[in-house]
């Protein structure tokens, strides 16, 4: 079955305790992306890769950090994670390399409570 | 700025009638449009989206698009609303790199 997994569903740490939440794909899909979900303000994104070792700030990056050593995987790293980032993360992949008419595929989503 | 507008956080609407979540969009030229939606506890899911051509988009579950230029929309419309139809829809376009999302309207289906 296609899709993109990611891992813990929930999580709750505490302030400056580094953590990273694993994405992963198995459709080949050449972009992925990450994304917070906060009430009122939608989806924004946070990185995203546009294929091995490339991969580029989104809207909201400061704190995060990702990597993309393999084309399936795409793993989001909080190195010291803050209260104000408590939120739902959603990762994401696309076949296209270059964002065009290429729906996304979601994972389940991660929820993160930093206290 | 690059932004989509969803400028109802809540539509009501009563099982068996039409319904309609609106979405308008920035970006000047030709858009690619797309509709989400998101169930409790799960992921968002791809419903419809717009590249060119017809101006009205046929989704999964019934669901259709209409997209207008002159007025910058992409409105998503089903004929006939199912209590199972209630969610979080999102509209998004496609920026250079990614995709900007609206803020979402929560639709209910009242049985």
């Known amino acids: 079955e296609a899709q993109v997994t990611q891992n813990p569903r929930y999580l709750i740490t505490v302030t400056g305790k580094k953590l990273t939440v694993t994405c992963s794909q198995n459709m080949n899909h050449e972009y992925m992306s990450w994304y917070r979900q906060d009430p009122g303000l939608g989806l924004r994104q946070i990185y995203y890769s546009m294929n091995v070792e490339v991969t580029d700030k989104g809207d909201v990056p400061e704190g995060y950090k990702v990597s993309r050593k393999e084309k399936r995987n795409f793993p989001l790293i909080l190195e010291s994670p803050s209260p104000n980032q408590t939120s739902l993360y959603f990762c994401?992949?696309?076949?296209?390399?270059?964002?065009?008419?290429?729906?996304?595929?979601f994972g389940p989503g991660t929820r993160l409570t930093v206290t | 700025a690059q932004s989509v507008a969803q400028p109802e956080d809540q539509v009501n609407v009563a099982e068996g009638n039409p319904l309609t979540v609106k979405c308008t969009y920035s970006?000047?030229?030709?858009?690619?449009l797309f509709w989400y939606v998101q169930y409790p506890n799960r992921g968002l899911q791809f419903l419809l989206k717009y590249i060119t051509g017809d101006n009205l988009v046929k989704g999964s579950y019934g669901f259709e698009a209409e997209f207008n230029k002159s007025q910058t929309s992409f409105h998503l419309k089903k004929p006939s609303a199912l209590v199972s139809d209630s969610a979080l829809y999102f509209c998004a376009e496609t920026g250079a790199n990614n995709l900007f999302f609206g803020t979402g309207t929560r639709l209910t289906v009242i049985p």
């Open positions: 994401a992949s696309s076949l296209s390399l270059a964002m065009g008419p290429y729906e996304q595929y």
């Open positions: 970006v000047s030229g030709n858009p690619y």
